[in-house]
């Protein structure tokens, strides 16, 4: 099943490194290119997805869930797989939902802003996998740069963690409020 | 003082007698050992000297059996005298086989200590050493006096008697080296609370690796494992953080997904195609 993981990996790492460019070509750039971007996104993204699903899939059948737990460094890989799994997800329903207006005005910088979320966190997992294959990168010092040692767990102090949920309820009691105006 | 004891399932000591015993009568419930007043001048230690730390390696500062005598309880002892809990003995036996030569002083951060061994000491629990012969070693440093926790490792090292390794051993011929040969530097760690029945099982990914023989070198080095003895040890706390951040991670990203949705979909009814 590893060498199974490594192969689909590559999957979901080049439908999103993609998508991510196709989103700063098709919001910031004009013409036909840009068009392009633009119509072709969606398909990108949803294959991205599905090859992220199928990746995360193989990746439980590489070691027991208690091994998988055990080790900062697949703590750190799962949970930068989980979230970047998530902000890819969200990008092509707002894509899918959105259509050409997605790329305009406020919703294209929200799609710039998760798409260069997106890489960096996909960029992490799969720096992170390399180290778990025995191949580390050089990008694995960026990280390190910014204060995070990447053989130590990556977790946030309670009080954050009590902020993020309270920004996570803002911003969804803001949206609600916002469908239901829309509906009336 | 030297030991020769090894490291299984707990520290184990070589056959014979050790450097030390413990200075305490169990059945009288007190010091089995007092210094000798006709060698030392005293009976005890200061408790205010040892605290203080006023004692270099020039004073006395430990109880050995030279100058040590049977307990007298009937002593004019008086509050703050203090006897060391350790009787230092000459080590006898297979036990007795590592000893210091010369004498061991810390001086601008260092120890300075030569321990000295037969290459073979005929004894059935000691590793015979040959010249031509290459051996695997790792050093631990203990602080604190503690023989267990709290400790420095390495990785293995091979070491060469007149062959390549990652150690070349020189041979002396006569006399005693004069230690002019290039240091050999080796990098520590702190392991963490450890053990071996976590590393060949279902928790260690690596468990069928060491299965196999393989070196852990392989697949670490002392930094990753540093990072990771002391993540051990806070295990389940660590794992329970990471989770929570994991769910907060995603429970935003979804709060963040709904706040947005709206600007996306009243466009999308609105209508370009």
């Known amino acids: ?184 | 003082m030297s030991d020769d004891q090894w490291v299984g399932e707990h520290r184990h000591s070589d056959a014979g007698r050790g450097p030390y015993t413990t200075n305490w009568d169990a059945e009288n419930t007190r010091p089995q050992w007092m210094f000798d007043p006709e060698a030392t001048g005293r009976h005890a230690l200061r408790w205010e000297d040892v605290t203080a730390e006023r004692v270099d390696f020039d004073g006395l500062y430990y109880l050995a059996e030279s100058f040590a005598v049977p307990f007298d309880p009937d002593h004019d002892w008086q509050e703050g005298d203090v006897i060391p809990r350790r009787l230092l003995r000459e080590g006898e036996g297979s036990r007795g086989d590592i000893r210091v030569a010369g004498d061991a002083r810390w001086s601008d951060g260092y120890w300075d200590v030569t321990l000295v061994r037969d290459l073979d000491t005929g004894q059935p629990d000691d590793k015979a050493f040959a010249s031509q012969g290459r051996y695997d070693l790792a050093f631990a440093v203990h602080r604190n006096a503690t023989g267990s926790r709290w400790h420095y490792v390495s990785l293995p090292y091979s070491l060469g008697l007149g062959r390549e390794a990652d150690i070349l051993a020189s041979s002396v011929t006569e006399g005693t080296p004069d230690w002019s040969q290039p240091w050999f530097d080796l990098t520590l760690y702190y392991p963490g609370q450890v053990d071996w029945p976590l590393l060949i099982g279902e928790a260690h990914a690596g468990a069928e690796k060491i299965a196999a023989g393989l070196p852990v070198r392989a697949h670490h080095d002392e930094r990753q494992l540093a990072h990771y003895g002391v993540e051990m040890e806070f295990q389940d706390a660590i794992q329970r953080q990471w989770a929570l951040t994991l769910v907060a991670g995603l429970l935003l990203l979804a709060g963040l997904f709904i706040g947005l949705l709206p600007a996306f979909r009243r466009h999308h009814s609105g209508g370009t195609p």
């Open chain 1, 1 to 184: 099943m590893t060498g199974m993981h490594h192969m689909l990996a590559h999957f979901p790492v080049a439908f999103w490194a993609l998508a991510s460019l196709m989103i700063l070509v098709g919001v910031l750039a004009k013409g036909w290119l840009a068009d392009l971007c633009q119509a072709a996104l969606l398909p990108v993204l949803i294959l991205g997805v599905l090859g992220a699903l199928a990746t995360l899939l193989s990746g439980y059948g590489i070691w027991s869930l208690e091994a998988l737990l055990h080790s900062p460094l697949t703590r750190n890989h799962l949970l930068m797989a989980f979230w970047s799994l998530a902000v890819y997800l969200i990008l092509l329903v707002l894509v899918w939902v959105g259509g050409r207006d997605a790329f305009s005005g406020p919703r294209g910088l929200a799609l710039v802003v998760l798409g260069l979320l997106g890489t960096w966190l996909f960029a992490l997992t799969g720096t992170l996998g390399g180290h778990l294959a025995g191949a580390p990168t050089f990008f694995s010092a960026l990280p390190r740069l910014l204060g995070w040692e990447l053989y130590t767990t990556f977790y946030a102090p309670t009080w954050v963690l009590g902020v993020m949920v309270l920004l996570a309820i803002a911003a969804a009691v803001l949206g609600f409020r916002r469908l239901k105006r829309a509906h009336r």
